[in-house]
């Protein structure tokens, strides 16, 4: 896989497509916190440390992308908040992922864990394949690119 112009937006690989629009840190740990309720900006910025610089290009990034979208909240002074789309919604089972495999690879320490607001029972994500009903990377797999047969 080969990047031009510093991008990655080119490559017929969906997984290039989805680094190119949130592979940073900033942007997983802002949706991280946009699906756990945050939508304004002096939230994020409070709950990550982040530089308001950075924060605002994350966060433009994003928009632009079209996981989040800005809703003015108040008109006087104008401010915004950003709330997910339904893309950015989509995106949940994938932090999640990120985040059992962090509990197993990184350590339990400190970590926090998820429950169902319902039910009150403790998340634990698996990705299983639809068809086979195998759990994801117990198989080996084969990938085909567009002008592969």
């Not at 990550?48 to 994350?58: D, E, K, Q, W, Y």
């Not at 108040?74 to 495999?101: C, D, H, I, K, N």
């Not at 319902?118 to 990377?137: C, F, L, N, P, R």
Request: hydrophobic letters at 40%.
């Amino acid at each position: 896989m080969m990047m031009k112009n510093n991008t990655f937006i080119d490559e017929p690989c969906p997984i290039a497509h989805t680094v190119e629009r949130i592979g940073d840190a900033w942007s997983l740990l802002i949706l991280r916190d946009a699906h756990a309720g945050l939508t304004r900006f002096d939230q994020f910025r409070k709950s990550l440390g982040i530089a308001p610089t950075i924060l605002t290009r994350r966060l433009t990034a994003l928009t632009e992308h079209g996981l989040l979208e800005k809703r003015l909240y108040s008109e006087r002074p104008p401010r915004e908040e950003y709330l997910l789309t339904a893309a950015g919604q989509e995106l949940l089972p994938v932090l999640f992922m990120l985040g059992e495999w962090g509990r197993k690879h990184c350590g339990e320490g400190h970590l926090t864990r998820f429950f169902d607001a319902e039910t009150g029972t403790e998340i634990k994500v698996v990705a299983i394949d639809e068809v086979t009903g195998a759990k994801i990377g117990t198989r080996p797999i084969k990938t085909l690119r567009p002008n592969e047969q």
